[in-house]
């Protein structure tokens, strides 16, 4: 396993070897048979998600994205702007549609950016699927895996900037359990 971390470390990743070469660096220590046989699950795991963030570390939050979640936030906070300050039927429709448009906002925005990268992946998975690399249950844990610190990053802070200004529950509580259905 040393090897394939130094193999990792040592900047394969970073020039887009492919999981090939890492995997057939560890295997040979290892022994024969299929690189699914002679590695455990949860070393492929961590092999590819370390593979992932390293292949994707400048990929995952850009600047562009920071813009978008700010300008978002900023829009939505303006929009609804201390709404939670009344105590209405009104103000209460309001809210729900504040915290509506946030999970739609969110939502979307997962479903395009999978729909515009898994393409481009497909055809890496695919080949070193046939290559009997790895399982394909270990490739989608570790691609959530070092999907979720963007995944929990910019909708945090969407979430930050919206809430105080649309003046929701002050209360800790209330600000955790929105975030936890985010």
Request: hydrophobic share 50%; net charge positive; charged share 15%.
């Amino acid at each position: 396993v040393e090897t394939l971390l130094q193999a990792t470390e040592g900047g394969y990743c970073e020039k887009r070897t492919s999981s090939r070469a890492m995997f057939r660096r560890y295997s040979s220590i290892v022994g024969r048979g299929s690189y699914e046989d002679r590695i455990g699950w949860w070393q492929q795991v961590t092999i590819l998600t370390r593979r992932s963030i390293l292949v994707r570390r400048h990929d995952v939050v850009t600047t562009q994205d920071f813009l978008q979640f700010t300008v978002i936030g900023l829009l939505a906070g303006c929009f609804w702007w201390k709404i939670g300050n009344t105590n209405t039927v009104v103000a209460a429709t309001e809210i729900a549609g504040l915290l509506y448009f946030i999970q739609m906002f969110l939502s979307f925005r997962v479903m395009f950016t999978s729909l515009l990268i898994f393409p481009s992946e497909m055809k890496h998975l695919v080949k070193e699927r046939k290559g009997g690399l790895y399982r394909l249950s270990a490739f989608v844990v570790a691609r959530a895996a070092s999907d979720i610190p963007s995944d929990l990053a910019l909708p945090t802070l969407l979430l930050l900037i919206t809430y105080w200004m649309a003046a929701l529950n002050a209360s800790a509580s209330a600000f955790f359990a929105s975030w936890g259905v985010l």
